[in-house]
């Protein structure tokens, strides 16, 4: 992962990936989770997502971690909410009530730091990733929230036509990735109306249950 090329498209406003909804697969799908009141779920890569307002507008506790530091502080601005930041080792930690994002490499993340997680919900951040760090990212994840049940979406197309991010993870790399430590089952399955940049591309819901 390019670190800077994220932290550019942040400080130049190319941000055409930051939906301008609650992405409608995670409404369609958040009751696969069976979060309880309360519950915290953990975003990967969650930059300033419309999804964190609406879960906790449900009730819900949310965990973030977003490379770029101006992305959670338009997070938190734009939520109204006041964080305090602390350092935490090379992350810095930004809490407010019922909100925690940790500011910097989420490989710098250990789960000591982010605590317990009843669920995470992965919305843009395996798609970032360029293939030789999927691997290693996945297995991190899984560490992270302690094999916690989670809701992945992912990108289905011919890369052949187009470099991403995001990236095509098809369904057999996600097995590949997921199938020891979870059960995996696709939810949904769905043909983006206008293609991915022009292209054809399939978008996906996955769920994802500890074994």
Not at 23 to 42: D, K, M
Request: proline residues 6%; negative net charge.
């Amino acid at each position: 992962m390019d670190h800077e090329f994220w932290r550019r498209k942040w400080r130049d406003n190319e941000i055409a990936f930051h939906g301008a909804a609650p992405h409608p697969l995670l409404l369609r799908h958040v009751s696969a989770l069976e979060l309880h009141a309360g519950a915290r779920v953990f975003l990967p890569l969650c930059g300033k997502s419309l999804d964190i307002h609406w879960l906790l507008a449900q009730g819900y506790h949310v965990a973030g971690a977003e490379l770029s530091r101006l992305a959670v502080e338009q997070l938190f601005a734009e939520l109204g909410r006041m964080p305090t930041i602390t350092p935490e080792g090379p992350l810095e930690r930004f809490e407010a009530e019922g909100i925690t994002v940790f500011a910097g490499d989420i490989f710098d993340l250990d789960r000591h730091a982010l605590g317990a997680v009843s669920a995470v919900y992965d919305r843009a951040a395996l798609v970032a990733l360029p293939e030789a760090m999927r691997g290693d990212y996945t297995a991190h994840l899984a560490a992270l929230s302690h094999h916690a049940r989670q809701l992945l979406i992912s990108f289905d197309y011919d890369p052949a036509l187009m470099a991403g991010p995001p990236f095509s993870v098809p369904e057999h790399e996600i097995r590949r990735h997921y199938g020891a430590a979870y059960h995996v089952s696709r939810l949904e399955r769905a043909a983006l109306k206008e293609g991915l940049k022009g292209h054809p591309a399939y978008e996906e819901a996955w769920l994802l249950e500890p074994r």
